[in-house]
C-alpha cells in the first residue's frame, strides 16, 4: 500500500516537474528580451562618448591654420598619392560650412549587390570618417540590402515608422509615394534653395532639359522632397555593333538602314560565321525586351518615333502612349517580316537579356545586336576572349523607312536621395554633399579614391586588380550612388572627354593614372569613350524622352499588370505570326477599354499641373 | 431584477460537474501546462500574423498600417474578378494543377508498382535514390537546365534535327508549354511520391502473392489482384488530400520557364499576382487573391477530408 502510494506520487512528481520545468524554459525564452534591456540602455550612454570626439574636432576646425588636405591627412584618408614618384594630386575643395557644434549623427540605407565586395564596417569607409573630420557627420547604416529584399526592407520599414534619417534610392515609385502620401518625408525646399551648391548640384539639373524635368519626380505641389539623383546619360541610348571581321569576310558594308540589317543579318547567317554548331548562327541578335538595355528592341522602334512604356509629347500639348501609336504598329510589320525571314531569333522571346549578351553575343553566335556605348566592352571583351580574331564596330542607330533617326533618350531623374521628416541635420548633409560632388563629378579634380581600396600600387605603375584591393566601403548620398547615377548626368562623358584629353601629354611626362587609362590594347576603352560623346552628342536631335516622369497614377498602379500581359502577348504574337496584325487595332481598342483611357486622362492631368 | 431560478437536481448536476471538472485539472494540469508553450508559438506566428488579411479588404499604404490605410470593403475582389484574364489565369491554374496531381500519382504508382517487383535490392535502392533525387532541387536551377536544353539550339533541338525533324520551341509554344510543365514536373516529383506507395506495398503480406503464385496467378494478375486492392485506401486517400492543391499549380515552376507568349496557357493566379502585387507593389490586391484561394482551398480540403473518411476511413481528428 505504502509503496503503491509512493509509485502514484512519483509519477505526479514527475508530471508535475517537467511542466514546471517546460514554464521556466518559457520563462527564462522570454526573459532575453528584459536582459538586453540594459545592453540598449549602454548603447544609449555610449552616444554622449561623442560629444567629446565631435568637440574636438570642432576645435580642430577653429584653428585656421589646418586646411582640408592637413586634416585628411592627420586621419589617413587623403585621396590621390601626391607622395608617390608617378603619383598625382587630388585637389580638395574648401569646406565652406560653420565647424560642427554638436554630434550629428546620421541615420542611412545602402543598397548593395550580391557580389559587391563591400565592407559595412564605419572605420573602413572614408566617406564616413571623412564627413566626420570636416562636417561633423557621423553616418551609420540602417539597413543595406538588394534585390527582391530590398523592396521588402523599405516596406517593413516604412510599415515599422523606422525609416532612415537619410534614404537612398528608392527601389519602385510606388514605394516614394507611399512615403509622400504618409506624409514621411521632409520638405527640403527652402534648404535646397538655400544650401544646394550653385555649380554642381543646382546648374546640372536646372540645365537639363527644359529645367524642370530632373526635378518632376522629388516635387510635389510646388515643395521639393529629394535631391534629385539621375542616371548617367546615354546609359541606354543605342548604337548597333556589328562584326567588322564578318564584315570583311563577306565584302559587306557596316549596316546604315533598317533594310540593310535586314540583308547583313541574313547573309551572316547563310555564311554561318558563328562559334557554335553548323546552322546556329543567328542573324540579329534580338531579346524578349521591347524597351531595355541589351538587344531590345528600342532600337528598331524608334525609327518609326515609338518606343515602348513611354509617353510622347503630341503636337497638341498633350501625351499619348507609344504601345497604341501608328508607329508601333509599323514597327510590329517590320518584325513580323523579320521573324518570318529569319532575321530574328525564332525564340527570341523566351530570351533574356542577359542570355542574349552573356551566351549569344559572348558566344559569337550572332555579329549584330543594338547596345548602349558601353556595348564597347561588354559583351565585347569577353567575345574577343572566346575567339581572338573577333573584331567589332558600331554605328549610330540604322534609319527606318521615314529617313528620321530616333533613339532612346531615357536620361531620366528618380527622386534620388530623401529626408527623414523631423531630421534636424538637412543643411548639414547637403553641404557635405555640395563637397562630395564637386570632388567626385569635376574630372580636373583628379579624385580616384584612395590607395589600396580603389587602386594599388606596381611598382611605378597603378593596378586596379580587384583581387588585391582591400573591401570597398559603403559611402551614402549623391556622390556614392550605385549604377553609374551622378548630379550632372554629363559627368561621366565629361570625364571621358578630360581623359581623351591626356593624349596630348607625352609619355614620358604621364603620371600612373593616366598610363593607366591610356593603356588600352584592345582599344575597347577608348571606344567606349568615343561611343558615349557619339550618343550623347546625337542625343538633342534623335533622343525621344519619356515625358511622364513621375509616381504611377492611382489606375496605373491597378491596369499596370494587365494592360503589359495584354501587349505583351499581343505583340509578340503578332511579330511570331500567331496573330495577323489587325490584333494590333484589337489591342488599342482593348487597351482603352480596359483603364487606358483612365490611365491617358490621369497622366495629361499631371502633365498640365507641372506645366501650369 | 430577473433572478434565475435554477432546478436543484439541475444545480447539483452543474455542481457535480464543475467539481468533476476542478478534480480533473487539479489531477491533469501539468498536461495542460506543458501544451502551453506550443500554443503560444502557435497564437503569436500562425494566428496572429493572419489579422494582416484586413488588407484584402484596404487600400494599404504601409505608412498608414493595418489600422490607418483606407477601407475600401470588396474593390479588390470586385476589380480581381472583373479583370479580362480572370477566367483565363483560373482556367490555366486549375487545368495545371489537376494534370499535374494526376500525372505525379499515376506516375508515381506505377513507380511504385515497377521497383515492387524488383526482386534485386541494391537495384531497387539505386533506381529509387535516382528518381527522388530531383525533388531536392530548386527550380531556379531545374528551370535553368531545362531552358538551356528546350532552346532551339539546346540538346533536344539539335537531336530532332538529326532525326530530320524541324526544331520546336517548346517553351514558347501554346501547344507545347503545359505538356513540358507537367512532364517535367512529374519527373520531379515521382519519386518522391512513390515512396508512401511502396511503404504501403510493403506491408502487404507477402503470403498472398505467395498462395496466388502457387494458384496459377500471373505477374500482372497479382499486382490487379493483390497490390492495388491492397493499397486502395492509400490511393484514395492520397488523391483526396491533394484536392486540397488544387489552386497551386506550382509558382516556382512556371516563373522560371513562363514568357508572355504563353501566358494563355501558362499564366497562373499565383505568377499574376507575382507580378501585380510584388513588381507592381499592390499589396492589397495581392492579398485579396491570396485570401480567395485560401478560401477556396479551405472548402476543398474540408470535401477532401470528408471523402477520406468515408471512403478510405481516414481520420485525423
Not at chain 1, 193 to 215: I, V
Not at chain 1, 334 to 360: E, F, Q, S
Not at chain 2, 24 to 32: K, M
Not at chain 2, 128 to 142: C, D, E, G, M, N
Request: proline share 5%; charged share 20%; aromatic share 12%.
Amino acid at each position: 500500500m505504502c509503496v503503491q502510494a509512493k509509485k502514484h506520487v512519483s509519477r505526479r512528481q514527475i508530471l508535475k516537474f517537467t511542466a514546471s520545468l517546460a514554464i521556466g524554459t518559457g520563462l527564462t525564452a522570454c526573459m532575453p528580451a528584459q536582459v538586453t534591456q540594459p545592453t540598449v540602455a549602454s548603447n544609449a550612454t555610449e552616444v554622449p562618448v561623442a560629444p567629446t570626439e565631435a568637440g574636438a574636432a570642432a576645435t580642430a576646425a577653429v584653428m585656421p591654420a589646418a586646411t582640408v588636405e592637413e586634416r585628411l591627412k592627420k586621419i589617413g584618408w587623403l585621396p590621390g598619392s601626391p607622395d608617390h614618384a608617378k603619383g598625382w594630386k587630388t585637389i580638395l575643395p574648401e569646406v565652406t560650412s560653420a565647424p560642427a557644434t554638436e554630434p550629428m549623427v546620421v541615420w542611412a540605407n545602402k543598397r548593395v549587390e550580391l557580389g559587391d565586395k563591400i565592407s559595412d564596417d564605419p572605420k573602413d569607409s572614408p566617406m564616413v570618417q571623412i564627413s566626420k573630420e570636416l562636417f561633423g557627420l557621423d553616418f551609420q547604416t540602417k539597413f543595406s540590402g538588394g534585390g527582391d529584399d530590398w523592396t521588402t526592407k523599405w516596406t517593413l520599414a516604412i510599415a515599422s515608422g523606422d525609416l532612415p534619417d537619410f534614404m537612398e534610392d528608392f527601389p519602385t515609385p510606388v514605394i516614394f509615394k507611399q512615403c509622400l502620401d504618409g506624409n514621411l518625408l521632409e520638405d527640403i525646399t527652402d534648404v535646397w534653395e538655400a544650401s544646394a551648391d550653385p555649380t554642381w548640384m543646382k546648374k546640372p539639373l536646372d540645365t537639363y532639359l527644359d529645367g524642370k524635368a530632373a526635378y518632376v519626380y522629388a516635387r510635389q505641389n510646388g515643395r521639393l522632397y529629394g535631391m534629385p539623383c539621375g542616371n548617367r546619360a546615354a546609359n541606354n541610348g543605342k548604337l548597333l555593333w556589328a562584326r567588322q571581321d564578318w564584315l570583311d569576310k563577306l565584302n559587306l558594308k557596316m549596316p546604315t538602314t533598317l533594310d540593310e540589317v535586314k540583308s547583313v543579318a541574313l547573309a551572316f547567317q547563310e555564311a554561318g560565321l558563328g562559334q557554335g554548331a553548323a546552322g546556329t548562327t543567328l542573324g540579329l541578335n534580338l531579346c524578349s525586351s521591347f524597351r531595355g538595355w541589351f538587344a531590345s528592341m528600342d532600337g528598331i522602334t524608334a525609327q518609326f518615333g515609338v518606343i515602348s512604356g513611354f509617353w510622347l509629347a503630341q503636337d497638341d500639348g498633350t501625351l499619348a502612349f507609344a504601345d497604341i501609336m501608328l508607329g508601333m504598329k509599323d514597327a510590329l510589320t517590320l518584325l513580323r517580316d523579320w521573324y518570318a525571314a529569319g532575321v530574328i531569333p525564332k525564340d527570341y522571346y523566351t530570351v533574356p537579356d542577359a542570355d542574349a549578351m552573356n551566351k549569344r553575343a559572348a558566344g559569337n553566335l550572332a555579329g549584330l545586336h543594338y547596345a548602349p556605348a558601353w556595348g564597347a566592352r561588354w559583351p565585347v571583351e569577353d567575345s574577343m576572349t572566346n575567339d581572338p580574331n573577333a573584331k567589332w564596330t558600331w554605328a549610330q542607330v540604322p534609319v527606318g523607312p521615314s529617313g528620321k533617326r530616333g533613339n532612346l533618350g531615357e536620361f531620366t531623374y528618380g527622386p534620388g536621395y530623401a529626408f527623414k521628416k523631423g531630421f534636424k541635420y538637412v543643411k548639414q548633409v547637403m553641404e557635405s554633399m555640395n563637397w562630395w560632388v564637386s570632388l567626385k563629378e569635376d574630372p580636373t579634380k583628379r579624385y580616384y579614391g584612395f590607395e589600396n581600396y580603389d587602386y594599388i600600387w606596381d611598382g611605378d605603375k597603378v593596378s586596379l586588380d580587384s583581387t588585391k584591393l582591400k573591401n570597398k566601403a559603403l559611402g551614402y548620398g549623391l556622390a556614392f550612388s550605385r549604377g553609374g547615377a551622378y548630379v550632372d548626368i554629363y559627368a561621366d562623358a565629361k570625364s571621358y572627354d578630360y581623359i581623351e584629353s591626356w593624349k596630348s601629354i607625352p609619355e614620358d611626362q604621364r603620371d600612373a593614372w593616366q598610363v593607366l587609362q591610356l593603356d588600352d590594347p584592345l582599344g575597347t576603352q577608348t571606344n567606349m569613350r568615343k561611343s558615349y560623346s557619339n550618343i550623347i552628342q546625337n542625343d538633342k536631335n534623335d533622343g525621344i524622352f519619356n515625358k511622364f516622369l513621375s509616381a504611377p497614377t492611382t489606375s496605373m498602379v491597378s491596369f499596370q499588370t494587365t494592360l503589359d500581359k495584354m501587349r505583351d502577348e499581343t505583340f509578340h504574337a503578332i511579330i511570331t505570326g500567331q496573330k495577323e496584325l489587325d490584333a494590333f487595332d484589337q489591342f488599342v481598342t482593348d487597351w482603352k477599354k480596359t483603364g487606358g483611357d483612365q490611365i491617358t486622362t490621369e497622366v495629361n492631368e499631371w502633365y498640365k499641373s507641372i506645366n501650369a | 431584477m430577473l433572478v434565475q431560478r435554477t432546478h436543484p437536481v439541475q444545480r447539483s448536476q452543474s455542481a457535480q460537474s464543475w467539481r468533476r471538472m476542478r478534480a480533473y485539472l487539479a489531477r491533469n494540469w501539468p498536461l495542460y501546462a506543458m501544451c502551453l508553450p506550443a500554443l503560444v508559438l502557435l497564437a503569436l506566428f500562425s494566428y496572429y500574423p493572419m489579422y494582416g488579411v484586413v488588407i484584402a479588404f484596404q487600400s494599404y499604404n504601409p505608412a498608414f498600417g493595418f489600422t490607418g490605410s483606407p477601407w475600401i470593403g470588396l474593390t479588390n475582389f470586385k476589380f480581381i474578378f472583373n479583370l479580362p484574364d480572370f477566367l483565363q489565369i483560373t482556367q490555366n491554374t486549375l487545368i495545371i494543377a489537376i494534370a499535374k496531381i494526376v500525372s505525379v500519382q499515376v506516375g508515381a504508382l506505377v513507380l511504385a508498382l515497377l521497383l515492387n517487383e524488383v526482386r534485386h535490392l541494391g537495384f531497387r535502392r539505386v533506381i529509387q535514390t535516382l528518381t527522388y533525387l530531383p525533388y531536392f532541387l530548386s527550380w531556379v536551377v531545374l528551370g535553368g537546365v531545362l531552358l538551356d536544353m528546350l532552346s532551339t539550339t539546346g540538346i533536344v533541338n539539335l537531336t530532332l534535327q538529326k532525326m530530320g525533324i524541324q526544331p520546336i520551341i517548346f517553351l514558347g509554344s501554346n501547344d507545347w508549354f503545359r505538356p513540358v510543365l507537367i512532364v517535367s514536373n512529374m519527373w520531379q516529383q515521382v519519386g518522391w511520391s512513390a515512396i508512401i506507395y511502396l511503404a504501403a506495398l510493403l506491408s502487404i503480406s507477402p503470403e498472398l502473392y505467395e498462395a496466388a503464385a502457387i494458384d496459377g496467378a500471373s505477374h500482372l494478375q497479382r499486382v490487379f489482384h493483390i497490390s492495388l486492392p491492397g493499397i486502395a485506401s492509400t490511393i484514395i486517400l492520397l488523391a483526396a488530400l491533394s484536392l486540397g492543391g488544387v489552386l497551386n499549380a506550382g509558382f516556382e515552376q512556371i516563373l522560371n520557364l513562363y514568357n508572355p507568349v504563353v501566358y494563355s496557357t501558362g499564366d497562373i493566379l499565383d505568377t499574376w499576382v507575382y507580378r501585380a502585387g510584388l513588381l507592381s507593389g499592390q499589396l492589397s490586391l495581392a492579398a485579396a487573391v491570396g485570401l480567395a484561394k485560401s478560401v477556396v482551398s479551405m472548402l476543398l480540403i474540408i470535401v477532401a477530408w470528408t471523402t477520406a473518411r468515408r471512403y478510405a476511413g481516414y481520420r485525423i481528428f
